[in-house]
């Protein structure tokens, strides 16, 4: 029998299965008091998907708000916190739009369709700003690289992403891979897709004017994925997981590029109102936030709706999180262009409701209403909880567990070898090699350089010739964060943000994903609540806006949380796009220059993890106006042509930045250090980078140093085919290769 | 003269037709799009079938592809003399509607793989590699997950007794061709399919550390000019 509003107003004592749905008894005595009677089946499901943790923000929301009341003020901002995807003017009439999501627990469920669906995810999203999406690129955690479900979890989380975004024609440009055991059982996947459009051509997620119609356009509905918002996304893992795989989405990468070129097309033709993407929550969502932010009300014919799978209850079409699915607002003498350039692209388009100006969303289901709410209180009014925190028991203890009582190495060359043949420092090859980096011709910079970066003027056909182009790179440290969250978040934005600059552009924005174990935990929510300070607080300072992001809560297996893992994407734009830097040195005679200051900072460093599995004291500190003098150099210099190549240092130190860049095309060095050797070497000092200057521009580059204080050490000179540090060792490149690819293809095949 | 025209085909699921069409351009070249569902070649000069992964590579590769209206025109064109080249998924293709003998299948490896691959041209007696030296080393990537050409013995060896093998992998096979095979072409030498892409190799700014995909280019406006 079918729940209608009807019976449920005459049945008001009627037991609701509102546990089952994740929704806690204070928030449903909400929905009854909003209702002002028990909320029927249908209902019930909206409003259970769209207060998830996953959906409504409950738990992070008054941490977010930070983002925003410490904004910096930027120009560059179109479109901010709230929308699909936050969009940036990056000059000349463009506009980018960028965002990184997590898609981790389906991937640790399913690894191969979870992490292909969190592409296809991310993509719609920048697709419905009305923008093309030009690139992807992840952000991975995984187990001990030699543990046995990192064996099952990383290559299908690899393939999921190789099949879906090569197939999408979309060119995968960078990312990290990182292994660390506190990930184990809860790996992190975090896709970013970026997008390009005209700074006036932006769509926004809105169903204005009554009489307009709502199409649903796409993929059929089935039973995937239903109650994923909920059940998978916001409820810890335990031992029955695996009776939870029919809850990940399956995801057809074909349907979704023929979306793409739809969606563009209907964009072109002016026939798009507003759009919506389909994701987590699927009708629910799309219709409560398109109706929200819109008139006010719509109707809907759930029977309507083209179904995989005829069986599916109304219930389970609105929380069904099929794939490939989008909405759109379309003025109803504009239905035939729409539905004529559906037909070409093949995609299916089904008119299943108005707009009306009523202020209620009402559905209708074999003639009875089944749903009659305000819509706004689904999608912006769901519960908002002030979480308690407090520091870890621990924290004391593991600050004062410093790295100084960890016994230093003699053999420095050993020690430089052992690092670069460790799983996280290891070449990505492995993985990299299975993303399709060339598609669409506009990638200029890719894995393994510091940051992907494209040109942009011939990203979309017949588009106003431009020089410019934007980089993008992700950054995150769990081990930085777990030591301290509100420096780990801060060094996260630092290295990303350093990244852009060493290949010339300038930074501009941020997008983020927060990953942490359960909100519910004080001790947790005290690294989110420090991280999410942090973050904020360092993206004033360096003037960049968070434009956009994700949270995952519950990455934990019983009570072990996983570190605390906030990942910052930093996109940057460069004028000239012909001057970028590449990664590493590329010729030989180059002066080999370190810029920044080297401290004994060792605190979470790989060495300690790889050396003495030790993780204690301090990050290395966060020095925000020392990187933004670095990144003011790094990018005049590129704009004068005076860099010849570049790399940041991060893990590893100067000696693994050195033997990287050595690496890059082959091309030796040999340097001379002036300090204590181990800590020159190996020291995660933040703001640094290694640069490769032509000897007649040195002094050029040194004086532009001078004048931002940044501290600039002529080391040696690029050349030969081994890596020489003057009186300690020598290393041929060779070896520094057989070492760095070694590694992953001998624990994955 | 007028520019050479060379159609460029979309099927639903093609990828990399804009980078062939700006290739194309780049040599001066009028690059025509040529959609799948019209039975109209628009009267050009040539036709590039480019990679992707047409109608999700489903069932097989390139084997929705071959029935679409558009390749009833190409077949017997290209039977007829018409150039015709396709790369990755457009050489699947032209091996699934029999223009080359043989077919593509899963890697070796089992991964689909992204690398810059050394190759030797083996033939320049086609319209497409007609500016290349014989026995020329070049750099192109290949981007693929089926590109294990495999024929049976007697075909394998008459590709080989009659110069047919367009171009050759060297310094590792990236995905178990037999006899190394990246490429091949036809007895006429106007049909040439091979796995690795020339059009992510045409400028120095983007794409593969080489511009070497640009004698593809070239050779194809010389062969038209000559003809």
New interface residues.
């Given amino acids: 029998m079918t729940d209608s509003v009807q019976r449920a107003a005459e049945t008001p004592d009627e037991p609701m299965p509102f546990a089952e749905l994740g929704m806690k008894q204070d928030e449903y005595d909400r929905v009854k008091e909003i209702l002002g009677r028990r909320p029927t089946g249908a209902e019930l499901a909206i409003y259970s998907v769209m207060w998830s943790e996953h959906c409504s923000y409950k738990s992070s929301k008054v941490h977010l708000k930070q983002f925003a009341t410490k904004a910096p003020k930027s120009e560059a901002l179109l479109v901010g916190m709230g929308e699909n995807a936050g969009v940036v003017d990056i000059g000349d009439g463009w506009a980018a739009t960028f965002k990184i999501e997590s898609h981790n627990h389906p991937s640790y469920v399913e690894p191969h369709q979870g992490a292909a669906t969190g592409v296809g995810g991310i993509v719609r999203d920048i697709m419905s700003m009305g923008a093309r999406p030009i690139a992807v690129m992840d952000s991975l955690r995984f187990g001990a690289a030699d543990a046995v479900d990192t064996r099952r979890v990383l290559p299908g989380v690899v393939?999921g992403i190789?099949?879906y975004g090569?197939?999408?024609?979309l060119p995968n440009i960078g990312g990290e891979v990182v292994f660390d055991p506190c990930y184990i059982g809860n790996p992190l996947v975090n896709a970013l897709c970026v997008g390009l459009l005209r700074k006036d051509q932006i769509k926004l997620a809105t169903a204005p004017g009554p009489g307009n119609k709502v199409v649903l356009f796409g993929a059929s509905t089935g039973p995937d994925g239903i109650g994923g918002a909920s059940v998978l996304a916001s409820a810890t893992f335990e031992d029955e997981s695996q009776a939870k795989r029919p809850a990940v989405q399956v995801g057809?990468?074909?349907?979704e590029?023929?979306l793409i070129e739809c969606c563009l097309e209907l964009y072109a033709a002016d026939v798009v109102v507003g759009i919506q993407d389909l994701g987590a929550a699927g009708v629910s969502c799309a219709t409560t936030e398109l109706a929200a932010k819109g008139t006010g009300g719509m109707t809907v014919d759930l029977n309507l709706v083209p179904l995989r799978d005829p069986s599916l209850r109304p219930e389970e079409i609105l929380m069904s999180e099929s794939q490939e699915r989008m909405m759109a607002v379309v003025r109803p003498d504009d239905i035939p262009a729409f539905m004529e350039i559906c037909a070409r692209?093949?995609v299916p388009a089904t008119v299943i409701g108005e707009v009306t100006d009523t202020g209620r969303l009402v559905m209708t289901w074999d003639g009875e209403v089944i749903v009659d709410i305000p819509p706004g209180t689904a999608a912006d009014e769901g519960p908002v909880y002030e979480r308690p925190f407090h520091e870890p028991a621990g924290q004391a203890a593991l600050n004062a567990d410093t790295p100084d009582r960890l016994e230093r190495p003699a053999d420095l060359r050993a020690t430089l070898l052992k690092l670069l043949g460790s799983p996280n420092l290891a070449s990505k090859e492995w993985v990299?090699?299975?993303?399709?980096?060339?598609?669409?011709?506009?990638?200029?910079l890719a894995q393994p350089a510091d940051s992907g970066m494209l040109?942009i003027s011939?990203a979309i056909?017949g588009a106003e010739p431009t020089t410019r182009g934007i980089a993008l790179a992700t950054d995150g440290n769990g081990r930085y964060a777990k030591l301290d969250p509100y420096a780990g978040a801060q060094l996260a934005l630092a290295e990303a943000y350093r990244n852009v600059a060493v290949t010339g552009a300038k930074p501009l924005a941020v997008t983020n994903c927060l990953n942490f174990g359960s909100p519910e935990d004080p001790e947790v929510m005290w690294q989110f609540a420090e991280a999410t300070r942090g973050l904020a607080d360092a993206c004033k300072a360096l003037g960049v806006p968070v434009t956009g992001g994700n949270v995952s809560f519950y990455n934990q297996t019983g009570s072990t949380a996983i570190n605390p893992t906030p990942v910052v994407g930093v996109l940057g734009v460069i004028d000239d796009?012909?001057k970028r830097v590449p990664t590493g040195f590329v010729a030989e005679g180059l002066r080999v220059v370190l810029l920044g200051d080297t401290h004994e900072e060792f605190g979470g460093s790989e060495w300690a993890h790889v050396a003495h599995r030790h993780l204690g004291g301090l990050p290395p500190q966060a020095d925000l106006e020392a990187e933004q003098a670095l990144a003011t150099v790094l990018v005049e210099a590129a704009r004068r042509g005076l860099l010849e190549g570049s790399h940041d240092l991060s893990d590893g130190g100067l000696a693994v930045a050195l033997a990287e860049s050595c690496l890059a095309r082959g091309v030796g060095a040999s340097v001379e250090l002036c300090g204590d050797a181990f800590t020159d070497l190996f020291s995660e000092s933040a703001a640094r980078a290694l640069v490769a200057v032509r000897p007649e521009a040195y002094d050029e580059f040194a004086a532009l140093c001078a004048r931002h204080e940044v501290p600039c050490y002529g080391l040696g000179v690029t050349g030969g085919t081994s890596l020489v540090v003057k009186d300690l060792f020598e290393v041929p490149v060779e070896e520094l290769r057989e070492t760095h690819s070694a590694a992953l293809p001998a624990l994955f095949g | 003269m007028s520019a050479a025209r060379v159609g460029v085909v979309t099927f639903p699921g093609t990828l990399d037709d804009q980078d062939a069409a700006r290739a194309v351009r780049l040599v001066g070249a009028q690059a025509v799009p040529l959609w799948h569902a019209d039975r109209d070649l628009k009267g050009v000069d040539a036709v590039f079938l480019p990679g992707g992964f047409s109608y999700g590579d489903y069932l097989r590769c390139g084997a929705i592809s071959r029935f679409a209206p558009l390749m009833e025109e190409i077949v017997p064109a290209a039977k007829a003399g018409l150039p015709v080249i396709g790369t990755c998924n457009g050489f699947q293709i032209l091996c699934e509607a029999h223009l080359l003998p043989g077919a593509l299948t899963r890697n070796a490896s089992l991964h689909y793989v992204c690398r810059d691959q050394r190759l030797r041209v083996e033939q320049t007696a086609t319209a497409w590699t007609n500016t290349f030296a014989a026995g020329q080393e070049i750099v192109l990537p290949v981007k693929h997950g089926e590109g294990r050409y495999v024929a049976d013995a007697d075909t394998l060896a008459a590709l080989e007794a009659g110069d047919h093998v367009v171009v050759r992998y060297l310094g590792g096979n990236p995905n178990g061709s037999l006899n190394d095979i990246a490429g091949i072409r036809n007895e006429a030498g106007n049909v040439v399919g091979l796995m690795p892409h020339p059009e992510h190799a045409v400028e120095e700014l983007v794409g593969a550390p080489s511009t070497d995909g640009l004698g593809f280019f070239t050779s194809i406006l010389k062969n038209l000019v000559n003809a």
């Fill in positions: 393939e190789s099949h090569n197939c999408l024609g057809d990468p074909f349907m590029k023929l692209w093949d990299t090699s299975q993303y399709d980096r060339y598609v669409r011709s506009n990638t200029v040109r011939e056909a796009v012909a």
